[in-house]
């Protein structure tokens, strides 16, 4: 799977959450995802500590948050 870059603005809750597990189950070594979310992602944050990945948010002025997602 190829390094993704993908807005979940427009999606309702849990899209979003559901999403990025479905790619971080498919997702090999080396590969991550760009999404843009509307706020930050605090309850996928639970997930992710259980999975092997690591990430980055940064909140944007607009209240959104661009989640940078590495597979490890």
Request: charged share 20%; aromatic share 8%; with cysteine.
């Amino acid at each position: 799977m190829p390094n993704l870059n993908i807005d979940l603005r427009g999606l309702a809750p849990p899209e979003p959450i559901e999403q990025i597990l479905q790619w971080l189950d498919v997702a090999i070594a080396g590969e991550n995802l760009v999404a843009h979310l509307p706020h930050t992602p605090y309850p996928l944050y639970d997930y992710l500590r259980t999975r092997s990945c690591h990430w980055e948010c940064v909140a944007q002025a607009d209240g959104s948050a661009i989640l940078t997602l590495y597979r490890d």
